[in-house]
Nanobody
Framework: VQLVESGGGLVQAGGSLRLSCAASGRTFSSGAMGWFRQAPGKEREFVAA????????YYADSVKGRFTISRDNAKNTVYLQMNSLKPEDTAVYYCAAEGLVGGTRGTDFGSWGQGTQVTVSS
C-alpha cells in the first residue's frame, strides 16, 4: 500500500487542521489505519487508529476529545481532524496502514507514508 499525506501546515494555538491520507495499491479496506507523530528530538508516538469498518477507534490520551479519526473506504482515504491545537502538537504526522485491529504500536502497522509537518504557534 502506498500512502500520501496532505493537509499539514502552520496554525495558531486553538486552531484546526484536517490531515488526509490517500492510499493506493493493495486493497485499502482491509486492515486498520492509524496516525502517528514525531516531534524533534522525540520518539514517534501513537495518535489515533481506526479499524477497517470504522467501528473500533483508539486515541492517545493527549489528543482525546480534540482529534477525530475517520476513513472513507470508497475514496481510499483516512482523515485526522485536529481541533484546539496546542504548541505541543507540533510534529511530523505519519499515516500508517495494514494495521492490526487495536494496534497502537508502530510495529502493528505494515505501511507508512512520508509524513506531513504540523506546526502550532503559541
Amino acid at each position: 500500500v502506498q500512502l500520501v499525506e496532505s493537509g499539514g501546515g502552520l496554525v495558531q494555538a486553538g486552531g484546526s487542521l484536517r490531515l488526509s491520507c490517500a492510499a493506493s495499491g493493495r486493497t485499502f479496506s482491509s486492515g486498520a489505519m492509524g496516525w502517528f507523530r514525531q516531534a524533534p528530538g522525540k520518539e514517534r508516538e501513537f495518535v489515533a487508529a481506526i479499524s477497517w469498518s470504522g467501528g473500533t477507534i483508539y486515541y492517545a490520551d493527549s489528543v482525546k476529545g480534540r482529534f477525530t479519526i475517520s476513513r472513507d473506504n470508497a475514496k481510499n482515504t483516512v482523515y485526522l481532524q485536529m481541533n484546539s491545537l496546542k504548541p505541543e502538537d507540533t510534529a511530523v504526522y505519519y499515516c500508517a496502514a495494514e494495521g492490526l485491529v487495536g494496534g497502537t504500536r508502530g510495529t502493528d502497522f505494515g505501511s507508512w507514508g512520508q509524513g506531513t509537518q504540523v506546526t502550532v504557534s503559541s
